[in-house]
C-alpha cells in the first residue's frame, strides 16, 4: 500500500518553469518572428516559382505547350497561358495570325557591297565577267536560257500544331528556311517549262501563280502548318553581260507586234468596211466552201450558206453593192415587163397603119429627146451660115457639174428610159 501510494504521488508530480528573464525572453520572440517571416518568403517564393511560366499570347499569336519534351495537343488562343515551371513546361508562342515576308535570293546575281542599295538598271557587267556559281544563281530556261530573279514569299502559320511537330521550331526563322529550301527546287521546274522572255516578260504572273501552287501543295504534303498566300518574282533579269542584246532583240519582236497588230488592225477595217459585222462569218463560211470543193465533197450546203451570208448578214460596201444590184434587177425587169407590154399594145395599131404610128411615135421620141436636161436647142434662121462648136458650153457645164454633185444618192432608174420605145427603121 505504500509502495502504491508513492507512485500516485509521483504521477501528480507538476513541472514549474522558472520564468526567462528578460534577454531571453526577447531572444525566443525574435526567433518566432524569424520562422514566421521565412514560413512567408517560402510561401511567397513557392507562388512566384509556380507563376513563373504564365505568358501573355498576344492577338496574332497561338501558343502550345511542351511538357518534358512532348507537345501538349491543345492550343493557346490570346491571352494568359499558365504552365507548369520550366524545366516541366516550356510555353511555345507562334506569329499565326499575321503574314511573314521572306525573300529568296538564291536565284538572283551576287551584288558587290558597292551595288547592295543600286536600281538593277544601273547594275552592269562586262563581256569578260562571267558567272561564279559559288556567288551567283540563276535558273534555266527551256529555250536554254538564264534568268536572274528574286522572290518574296508571304505567307502563315495555320496550324501550329503541324508546325512545330512538322518544323520543330520556336520562331518564323525555321519556316523561312524550309520556304527557301523549298523554292530554290520548284522553281527550277517551273522555268523549265518556260523561255527567257516568258519568265523575265509576257508571263510573269503564270510564273508566280504556279510558285504559289506548287509550294502549298508541297507544305501541304509535308503537314508544315504553313499556307503561302502570296508569292512575288521581280528583278527579273538575263544575265547582266548580255541584258544589252536581250533588250535589243526584245525591242525587234515589240516592233514586228507592233506592226502584226497594226496590220491585223487594217484588216478588221476593211472587212468590216467591206461587209460589216458579218466579215467573220462569211469568211468562215467561204473557207469552209473552198475546202470542201478541194476535198470533193458536195458544195451544195456550203454554197447556200454563203449566199444566205451574203444576202442577209452583210453590211458595207459589199452589202451596198448586193442591195444596189437588187434594185438594179428590179428596175430592168421592171422596165422589161413594161417594154413587153408596150410592144403588145402597139402592135394592133402597128398593123392598122404603120406610118402613122412611126410618126407618131417619131415625135414623141423627138420631144422626149429635147426635153432631157443638158440639151441645147439652136435656132437657125432660114440662109444663116454657122459652127458648130463640140461640147457643152462653159456656162452650161457648169451647171450640169452643179446638178450632179447635188445627187447624193444612187438612183439606179436613172440608168435607163422609163420607157423603152421601139422605133422602126428609116426613120432620120
Known amino acids: 500500500m505504500h509502495m502504491h501510494h508513492d507512485h500516485n504521488e509521483h504521477r501528480n508530480l507538476k513541472v514549474e518553469e522558472e520564468p526567462l528573464d528578460s534577454a531571453n525572453q526577447s531572444l525566443a520572440d525574435a526567433l518566432l518572428s524569424s520562422f514566421g517571416i ?62 511573314n515576308d521572306t525573300i529568296v535570293t538564291s536565284h538572283s546575281f551576287h551584288r558587290a557591297r558597292k551595288e547592295a542599295n543600286l536600281a538593277l538598271a544601273f547594275i552592269s557587267r562586262g563581256d569578260s565577267d562571267g558567272l561564279d556559281p559559288s556567288l551567283d544563281g540563276a535558273l534555266l530556261t527551256a529555250d536554254a536560257g538564264l534568268v536572274h530573279l528574286k522572290w518574296k514569299i508571304t505567307y502563315k502559320i495555320d496550324d501550329v500544331g503541324g508546325y512545330i511537330s512538322m518544323i520543330a521550331g520556336d520562331d518564323v526563322e525555321s519556316a523561312d528556311d524550309l520556304i527557301r529550301i523549298l523554292v530554290e527546287n ?62 535589243g532583240t526584245q525591242r525587234a519582236e515589240n516592233s514586228k507586234r507592233a506592226v502584226i497588230r497594226s496590220a491585223e488592225q ?124 463640140l461640147g457643152l458650153d462653159p456656162e452650161e457645164e457648169r451647171i450640169e457639174e452643179e446638178r450632179r454633185l447635188q445627187e447624193q444618192q444612187f438612183d439606179p432608174s436613172k440608168l435607163r428610159p422609163q420607157k423603152l420605145v421601139p422605133v422602126g427603121p428609116g426613120l432620120g
Open 38 to 99: 521565412l514560413k512567408a518568403i517560402m510561401v511567397i517564393l513557392v507562388i512566384l516559382y509556380l507563376a513563373s511560366n504564365v505568358r501573355t499570347i498576344g492577338a496574332s499569336e497561338q501558343a502550345l505547350v511542351l511538357r518534358l519534351g512532348k507537345l501538349l495537343p491543345d492550343v493557346h488562343d490570346p491571352g494568359l497561358v499558365w504552365a507548369w515551371p520550366f524545366p516541366i513546361d516550356e510555353i511555345v508562342p507562334l506569329p499565326t495570325q499575321k503574314s
Open 266 to 389: 487594217a484588216e478588221t477595217k476593211v472587212l468590216n468596211e467591206a461587209a460589216g459585222a458579218a466579215h467573220q462569218s462569211l469568211v468562215d463560211a467561204m473557207n469552209r466552201l473552198d475546202a470542201a470543193k478541194e476535198s470533193g465533197q458536195s458544195t451544195v450546203a456550203l454554197a447556200a450558206e454563203v449566199d444566205r451570208i451574203l444576202m442577209e448578214e452583210v453590211e458595207g460596201e459589199a452589202g451596198r453593192i448586193i442591195k444596189d444590184s437588187d434594185t438594179l434587177m428590179s428596175v430592168i425587169v421592171d422596165q422589161m415587163q413594161s417594154d413587153v407590154e408596150l410592144y403588145r399594145t402597139l402592135l394592133p395599131e402597128y398593123e392598122r397603119n404603120p406610118n402613122l404610128l412611126i410618126t407618131r411615135l417619131w415625135e414623141s421620141t423627138r420631144q422626149s429627146i429635147f426635153g432631157e436636161a443638158g440639151v441645147t436647142k439652136i435656132v437657125v434662121p432660114p440662109g444663116t451660115q454657122f459652127r458648130i462648136q
Open 186 to 247: 520548284i522553281g527550277i521546274h517551273v522555268a523549265a517549262e518556260l523561255t527567257a522572255e516568258e519568265v523575265i516578260r509576257t508571263r510573269l504572273d503564270h510564273v508566280q501563280r504556279e510558285m504559289k501552287s506548287r509550294l502549298n501543295d508541297k507544305l501541304a504534303d509535308l503537314g508544315a502548318g504553313v499556307t503561302v498566300s502570296l508569292v512575288e518574282g521581280f528583278e527579273q533579269t538575263p544575265p547582266l553581260q548580255i541584258r544589252g542584246a536581250f533588250d
